[in-house]
């Protein structure tokens, strides 16, 4: 009878900590999948192992930062049983301010002085998670952390289990390579056809 006690309060524990989590959670898993139903498994999938893990919790901790942990876990061992790394076409040193200067280079005129920021304005949410899913994983995940839920580096730092230093580099590496990746989105979608002057 205790451990059917101690068995139910675990799991009355586990869920009161997924609860408030949830929502966002699958925001993360779907800007990962870019597919609801492949984000429900991933959820699915992840609360599963979470739960059975739970007992390694440490309560008081970070509880979203070790579900968002397993998540990506689980999201990277599906992407390499997979062999489904994302396509990357010549997104390797894009310099810094790409967007800008593309935007620039191509005659779109901004009245605030920043053409890439019309360019932005233009696209689709659907047309930037294309762009993020471009990235090398190791920087689309940092990407999706830092500019789809707006997680501070500490937090990202935490999920990843890495140093803030990586976390920095990373994003910094992925913020050139999201440009350029932006770019070519832009122009597959003729975004940038119907801005130029």
């Known amino acids: 009878m205790p451990d059917g006690v101690e068995k139910q309060s675990d799991a009355e524990a586990f869920e009161a900590l997924l609860s408030p989590i949830l929502d966002a959670a699958f925001g993360m898993a779907?800007?990962?999948?870019?597919?609801?139903?492949?984000a429900e498994d991933l959820i699915q999938d992840a609360a599963v192992q979470?739960?059975?893990?739970?007992h390694t919790f440490e309560t008081g901790t970070n509880f979203k930062a070790w579900f968002f942990r397993i998540l990506i876990n689980i999201f990277r061992k599906?992407?390499?049983?997979?062999?489904?790394a994302p396509e990357c076409t010549a997104l390797?040193?894009?310099?810094?301010l790409y967007l800008f200067v593309q935007a620039s280079q191509a005659g779109i005129e901004a009245p605030n002085s920043n053409p890439a920021a019309i360019v932005l304005s233009r696209m689709s949410e659907a047309m930037i998670a294309e762009a993020i899913a471009a990235l090398p994983e190791e920087y689309q995940v940092v990407a999706v952390l830092y500019f789809m839920d707006d997680l501070r580096y500490e937090e990202i730092a935490e999920i990843l289990m890495c140093p803030i230093g990586t976390v920095r580099s990373r994003l910094h590496r992925g913020r050139?390579?999201?440009?350029?990746?932006?770019w070519q989105i832009a122009e597959e979608h003729n975004v940038v056809g119907g801005l130029k002057k």
């Open 30 to 38: 779907f800007r990962l999948t870019r597919n609801r139903d492949e």
């Open 50 to 54: 979470a739960f059975h893990g739970f």
């Open 78 to 84: 599906r992407c390499v049983r997979r062999k489904r």
């Open 92 to 96: 390797d040193d894009a310099p810094d």
């Open 176 to 182: 050139k390579l999201l440009q350029k990746a932006l």
